[in-house]
């Protein structure tokens, strides 16, 4: 995902200049000439190579039924091995096929350390950022950030993020005498995902909803035993644990912050708050079966019944156009997005259900001078379908409503910066919301 969006910036600039580099062109093959091509890289969102990894057990599953109405799919999304390789390869991964489950990410400094163990037979990794003066007297809210899917990695929360900068000094307590918070940055793992468009690549596995503790789902597991190993080091405060994410990152993000809202992690510990951008509802079916590799025709059997009760406080950012995550039902007509990825919708439908999800609407760069500005309506394409690419200038529409699922809100860009930082808005929700 980080390639691609290099990619798009730099287009984005070289056409607003007249110039055309290697990369311009390479980027422009793989979005044009036809919008349909540019959607299929678009959906990343729900979705992110080196590294290498265990293999864990054959996730082949053994009966015929794919949706269950308790967990969504039945087993977890199978991960990428040599017995059971992924070949619908999100097309920003440049690969033919996949077959490690993990990858490794490089966690450079300024983070603290790469964090390594291993969980339900999988390797896992996360970069650890622990802020300075944080120590058992002195205690400091915990973070987990989820990259967005394909080509996502976990240090992306310093390269596209802003958050490693902040964590240093942020105030997430109100406390002076204990700035800044601990942050893990959560590497995905290599897996099928069940999406039309090929996306198999770095995810978080959102799909297969064990809510229970322990939980039989490797990203739930790896996430509450990361908290915990972070909380027997004396230095998080424990009613100030939050969850924040990107795109896939966002879905898995509200996901596991409603299963530790009343159900603790072994370690005892629960989540406070999430903050999340681009994402939408992640209970919602399938439209590919990622164990045999064939299209189906039931996927809304792996939407739940019901959704959870909880009261997890959760802020949805998203802006108004999103070719990946529409904001509203007639761009997810337009885009043909996947099954539950429409953000207005599942707000109304989590509202409507009891939960505590709150949406924050920006401006996408289609509003011009209003991009990442507070906005009060999607972008109306009801009178006809945004079209076009990324090849030309100006950008279409089109286009820009997949540049805004590909940029964090943070306001630092390569092309332009909008200098209006959202990501603060997002901490400043977890900070109003800790555990009483």
């Known amino acids: 995902m980080f390639g691609l969006i290099v990619l798009l910036l730099d287009l984005h600039r070289s056409l607003r200049q007249g110039g055309s580099s290697r990369d311009d062109r390479y980027l422009a093959a793989r979005l044009g000439p036809s919008l349909a091509t540019a959607l299929m890289l678009s959906l990343f969102s729900a979705c992110g190579g080196g590294g290498g990894g265990d293999t864990p057990p054959d996730s082949t599953p053994p009966t015929p039924s794919v949706c269950t109405a308790a967990t969504g799919l039945f087993a977890p999304l199978p991960a990428c091995t040599s017995t059971t390789p992924c070949r619908r390869v999100a097309p920003e991964l440049g690969v033919q096929s996949i077959e490690n ?45 989820f990259h967005p899917g394909g080509e996502g990695s976990a240090d992306l929360a310093g390269s596209e993020a802003s958050l490693l900068a902040k964590a240093e000094s942020y105030d997430l307590t109100g406390d002076p005498e204990r700035p800044g918070f601990v942050l893990v940055s959560v590497q995905g793992r290599n897996l099928r995902f069940p999406t039309a468009a090929p996306r198999d690549g770095q995810h978080h596995d959102f799909y297969y909803r064990d809510l229970h503790s322990p939980s039989s789902n490797p990203d739930i597991a790896n996430t509450d035993t990361l908290i915990d ?106 885009f043909e997005t996947e099954p539950g990825y429409t953000t207005t919708l599942w707000l109304t439908d989590a509202r409507q259900a ?30 006809a379908c945004p079209v076009g690419d990324c090849s030309t200038a100006p950008l279409s529409d089109a286009c820009e409503s997949l540049v805004n699922h590909l940029r964090w809100p943070d306001g630092v860009y390569n092309n332009p910066p909008s200098g209006t930082d959202r990501e603060v808005d997002m901490l400043q929700f977890l900070a109003d919301h800790p555990r009483s």
């Open 101 to 145: 489950p993990t990858e490794t990410p490089n966690c450079a400094a300024p983070w603290s350390q790469r964090y390594t163990h291993s969980v339900l037979g999988f390797t896992r990794h996360a970069c650890v950022y622990r802020p300075s003066g944080a120590s058992a007297t002195s205690k400091r809210p915990l973070m987990l950030w």
């Open 229 to 334: 190993a972070m909380v027997q080091e004396g230095i998080v405060d424990t009613n100030r644990i939050y969850v924040a994410g990107w795109s896939n990152g966002g879905f898995f993000s509200q996901l596991y912050a409603i299963a530790r809202d009343d159900t603790a992690t072994a370690g005892g510990n629960r989540v406070a708050a999430a903050a999340v951008f681009a994402a939408a509802d992640p209970f919602a079916g399938i439209s590919w079966d990622p164990f045999n590799e064939t299209s189906v025709s039931d996927g809304a059997a792996c939407r739940l019944t019901a959704y959870p009760v909880s009261d997890m406080p959760i802020l949805m950012v998203h802006r108004t156009a999103d070719s990946a995550v529409a904001c509203d039902a007639v761009q997810a007509a337009c």
């Open 354 to 383: 009891g939960l505590q999800v709150q949406g924050l609407l920006i401006g996408g760069l289609e509003t011009g001078a209003m991009f990442d500005l507070n906005a009060t309506g999607c972008t109306n394409y009801s009178a």
